[in-house]
Structures are given as C-alpha cells and as structure tokens.
C-alpha cells in the first residue's frame, strides 16, 4: 500500500457521525452514569482529539449495547469543543460537572495544560481527573493529590523505559556511561515535565543529557537540529506531538541524523504523525503506553456490535480501528468504567457520585485475568492502584515504524519505579508545603 493512499484513508477516518458520538443529557434518568468528554474535533490535534473520542465511545457503546451498561446502569455522555484551547477546557469542565443524575464521573481532558488548570477546581468539587500517560506526574502520589490519576504510566515512567530500551541497543545500561543524548522538547508544560527525570538518569548512568526546546508548534525545527548536529548525540529523544513530529524527522533527515537513534514519546509517534514523514520517518522508534493493534478480543466485540450489517459506530473508516488513538480511546473506556464497576461493589449498583467513581480509580485490579475477560490483555498493561500509588502500573511497549505501520519490538518494559517514586513524592511534597496541604494518611485510609 502506498503512503499516498494510505494517508487517504487516515484522513478519511478524522470525520465521525457526531449524532453517535453525543448522549445528551437533558432527560437524565437516575441509572445513568454520566462522562463528560473535554476533547476536540478542530485546531491542532484534530486526529488525536477525533480518534480517542471514537475508541472512548465505541467502548462505552459497546457495554451499552452488548450488556446494558454496567450492572444495569447506562452509560451516557456528552462531548464539549475545546480545540485545544486551555481556557475552552476550563469553561467545559464548568458546563458539564454537574450534568448527568449525579454529576459528572470524572473528567478526562488528555491535555497536560488543561490538567493543571483543573486541579485545584476538581478537587474542590471532589471529581477525579484520569490522565493516562500524560499530565502532572507527581499526581501519582495519592496522599497530596487525592483526584489526579495518572493511571497505567506516567511521563517520567515512560520516559525510564525509554532510556532502557537505549541502553538496551546500545548493549546494556553500562554501556550508556559517556553516551551524548539530546531531550528535544516542546517549549511547555508536558514538554519540560521530564527534565528532572533525565538529569537524574543521566547522573545514575553517566550519560550527558542535553534539553533543546522547540516553541509551540514546532513547525521550524531547523536552529534546534543544526545545534543537535554539532553536538553529535549518540541519541535524540522527541518530545514533541501536534505537527512538531514529521517536522522533526524530515529536518534530521536533512542534517544527517538517522531516524534509527531517535526515540519518540507516545504523542509523537502515531501513525498520524509518521506517514505525514513519509520515508524519512522508516526507522523510528517510539514508545508506547496504548499499542496499536486490531487483533485484540475487545475490538472484534465492537466490530460485531456496533459495525456489523448496516451499523457504523463512531468511525467512518475503519482503517483507522485499531490505530494508536483509537486503541488509546479504548484504554480510557476500559479504566474509566472498570472504575464504575469497582465501586459499585462498594457502593451500590446505581448512579455514582464523582466521589465515590474516585473511590473506584483508587482501589482498581487490573491483572491478567481481569484484562483478558475485558478482552484487552495485551493492550492494557496491569494496574493495581492506590491510596499512595495513583499511577498503578509504570510500563510501556516499544515500536519501530517500517515506513507503513508500526512494528513491535519489544513487549511490556516496566519503568524505574526505583528512579521515578523518589522525583514523585519530592515534587508533590513541595506541591504541599506551597499549598499548606497535609498529605493524606492511607493506612488510616485502608
């Protein structure tokens, strides 16, 4: 297949059937459990905005359509336009928290800017923010931020299994001492969140970190890689999503920096950012929290229920089923309901309270037997969170782009929980001297 065509059949696949994707809310019945979805459908991230709407819904459909919902109770949502926009983010949090029988689940904004300019306002209205593989990282301490979830992996997580696979190429992690590694990174709250972790790595392993920053939105990369050309790194790590990536690897495609030595995080290696590179691109690696993939069991139950005969879910094209943005739509469907379903042992088998879905992030269990019955075994790494552990997981799965797809080249690698714990509760004990905060005591808790 060629990259022209199949960059058609991305493109194709951006526009969903907005009447599907929307539950209104107006006649909410009291066993309903409402989630508000702050994404996107326009501005710069279009394709990632789009395309976890459409996994995210699709999965809730699914348990809608195949079980009734969970235990009997529905799974309504509502879908609120941000472009991506910080300020669009906070006024739809206000729009939506209290909609729904019971007000909102949680929220889910997928944007590191918007996150932290919800943070106090959610934990004052006692909603819990879910931010998988992405937003503040030392929300993963529970005992000072009670309703932040950075569930299954953070950013300096990834960012630990990241300098693992390199020293893994490089033939083990001895073999990092004297190596050149430049962090190229957007100018911006998710793209300077690792700096503390790289510097601490780099002291551990006795490699040289340098941090180049790209201003938002990365479209003139060119001073950034004539500096990376004169420093000569053994390895680039890109730190970049929107249209930043595919600019990134055709400027060192031009100063001579093979694609081979870089390593991109999630956001900068979908199959939306790479086949917009072109060649340039083959060889890439990228890490992933959410693999990509149509061959797990939870995508053939949704292509059975909700695209069978002349259903068509929330996708146009099916191509893009199975895609990293969609897969990741999922895993915020598998975490946000399997969260429901975990309370309602606890509380009841009706409408929850944000409070008490807060209630049911904090105390999931997610093995393997779990995941398989779910049918996401494989796509869905484990996680076992808590009171003091609000990541719960810390993996990720490494691929390499061939020029069409993405290749898997390694399986589940577990971050440096030895490294990341440590910046974690320094960080939120900073966090809770700033905001005369005590931190919560979770063995009084459990």
Request: glycine share 12%; net charge positive; aromatic share 8%.
């Amino acid at each position: 297949m060629s990259i022209g065509y199949r960059m058609k059949r991305v493109m194709a696949g951006i526009a969903l059937g907005a009447a599907a994707a929307t539950a209104t809310m107006a006649n909410a019945a009291p066993n309903e459990q409402f989630f508000p979805l702050i994404g996107w459908r326009t501005g710069p991230l279009t394709p990632l905005g789009v395309n976890i709407a459409a996994g995210w819904i699709d999965y809730m459909d699914l348990l809608n359509k195949r079980d009734g919902g969970i235990n009997g109770v529905k799974l309504t949502w509502e879908e609120c336009e941000t472009a991506y926009k910080v300020d669009r983010g906070v006024e739809c949090y206000e729009r939506l928290k209290k909609n729904g029988p019971t007000g909102a689940s949680s929220f889910n904004p997928i944007s590191t800017g918007v996150i932290y300019a919800l943070l106090d306002r959610a934990t004052a209205d006692r909603i819990p923010i879910v931010t998988i593989g992405s937003g503040r990282t030392d929300a993963s301490d529970g005992r000072v931020f009670p309703y932040i979830f950075p569930l299954g992996t953070n950013y300096i997580s990834t960012n630990t299994v990241k300098i693992k696979f390199i020293g893994m190429r490089e033939g083990g992690m001895d073999k990092l001492n004297g190596k050149k590694i430049v962090n190229l990174h957007m100018d911006s709250a998710g793209g300077k969140e690792t700096i503390p972790m790289l510097d601490a790595q780099a002291k551990k392993y006795g490699f040289e970190v340098t941090h180049i920053s790209v201003p938002m939105p990365g479209s003139d990369q060119q001073a950034a890689w004539l500096t990376i050309r004169r420093i000569k790194p053994d390895w680039v790590i890109l730190r970049e999503w929107g249209v930043a990536p595919a600019v990134a690897l055709k400027t060192a495609e031009k100063v001579g920096f093979p694609a081979n030595r870089i390593v991109g995080v999630p956001f900068a290696g979908t199959e939306d950012d790479l086949i917009p590179a072109g060649e340039v691109a083959k060889g890439f690696y990228v890490v992933h929290p959410m693999p990509t993939g149509d061959d797990f069991p939870v995508i053939q139950e949704i292509k059975k229920h909700l695209y069978s005969g002349d259903k068509r879910g929330n996708l146009q094209d099916l191509s893009r089923m199975g895609l990293v943005y969609y897969n990741m739509g999922l895993t915020y469907g598998v975490i946000n309901t399997e969260a429901v379903r975990i309370a309602q042992q606890k509380f009841g088998r009706r409408s929850l309270t944000g409070e008490e879905v807060r209630w049911g992030l904090e105390n999931l269990d997610l093995g393997e037997k779990r995941l398989k019955e779910l049918g996401v075994w494989g796509l869905v790494q484990p996680i076992k969170s808590s009171c003091f552990d609000h990541e719960g997981g810390g993996a990720a799965k490494v691929f390499q782009w061939d020029g069409s797809k993405l290749v898997p080249v390694t399986d589940w690698i577990a971050g440096d929980k030895s490294l990341t714990r440590p910046i974690v509760e320094a960080s939120a004990a900073r966090y809770a001297a700033e905001k005369g905060l005590t931190p919560r005591d979770c063995a009084k808790e459990n």
